[in-house]
């Protein structure tokens, strides 16, 4: 982005640079509202293009330019969702959200990366966002800006065009859809371990293994939007499900399968010749395996390729 000022780079201009900084955290908003890296990124892009676009006098009479640039963001988000929704009723097969890398996973990652300003916890885990889907765009915008960001719904109002009232019914709403009936936390190290038994037991096609460490009533979902085969409909039960990924024997012919962070948990990621093919995301409980989200959709992997 060139300096508005006109002035070289020897010269920074100490506002435009204060702006700049609210960048981390309208990504780190963009992608919980959007569920895509891709599309929080241009949502950014577009609210500080339109910042710019204000004349100098306009610019002046902000008072506060990032809660400007916030409001602007969340209302370009609010837009999304709603087109989001048709899009998806097109979508080849199951939407995931797009799955984050640590950014020590990185294969290839640029500096200044969109992923490198996103900031993980449990609100950006797989498990959170897919929940986010069953709430409509207005719940979404409200409940995120208030219950994970802790905006007023004074604020809130502003984004969602409704009153603070309405909107703390929205993100009521919300709430109840999302965190309905909370599972027990599992402290990551257990997370991992489970992980990590599954990758072994699907390495080696031990059904009986597999079947061990999935919850009886699982789901397994792939994403591929249609770009490459992947199941249309999720599979459903433990024993499905563990025959599903034993009978893929891809993984002892030139797939090697990697223990990662995705969206601030533990997971995994099989390679074919070195390219990421697909970023497996789980949601555990106790001991078990109640989801296994598999994003297979090119476009969505871009975080964990060479860019």
């Given at each position: ?103 020590a996973d ?9 992923v490198d ?113 992947a199941e ?76």
């Open positions: 982005m060139t300096n508005p000022t006109g002035r070289g780079l020897d010269w920074p201009d100490p506002a435009l640079n204060g702006l700049l900084s609210e960048r981390r955290q309208l990504i780190n908003i963009a992608y919980r509202l959007l569920g895509s890296l891709t599309d929080a990124e241009d949502a950014v892009q577009e609210a500080y293009a339109r910042w710019f676009a204000l004349s100098p006098a306009q610019r002046e009479a902000i008072e506060a330019p990032g809660a400007w640039l916030t409001k602007v963001t969340g209302r370009l988000c609010l837009d999304l969702l709603g087109s989001a929704r048709a899009r998806r009723e097109r979508y080849v097969g199951e939407w995931i959200p797009e799955p984050l890398p640590d950014h990185r294969v290839g990652g640029r500096t200044g990366d969109p300003r996103v900031t993980l916890d449990e609100s950006i885990s797989m498990a959170f966002l897919v929940m986010l889907e069953s709430t409509t765009p207005a719940e979404r915008v409200a409940f995120v800006l208030h219950d994970v960001f802790r905006y007023s719904f004074a604020e809130v109002a502003e984004v969602v065009g409704r009153t603070p009232a309405a909107c703390r019914q929205l993100a009521s709403s919300a709430r109840r859809r999302v965190r309905g009936s909370p599972a027990p936390r599992v402290p990551a190290a257990r997370q991992a371990g489970i992980v990590r038994a599954f990758k072994q037991a699907w390495e080696a096609t031990d059904i009986d293994a597999l079947v061990g460490l999935l919850a009886p009533d699982a789901t397994a979902t792939g994403d591929g939007g249609g770009l490459v085969r249309i409909r999720p599979v459903e039960g433990a024993g499905q499900i563990a025959r599903f990924f034993a009978g893929r024997a891809g993984v002892a012919s030139g797939v090697t399968v990697l223990e990662r962070t995705v969206n601030g948990q533990p997971g995994l990621v099989a390679q074919v010749e070195g390219a990421v093919g697909a970023v497996l995301a789980f949601d555990i409980a106790g001991d078990r395996i109640r989801h296994i989200w598999t994003i297979l959709n090119p476009d969505k992997l871009r975080s964990w390729t060479t860019g």
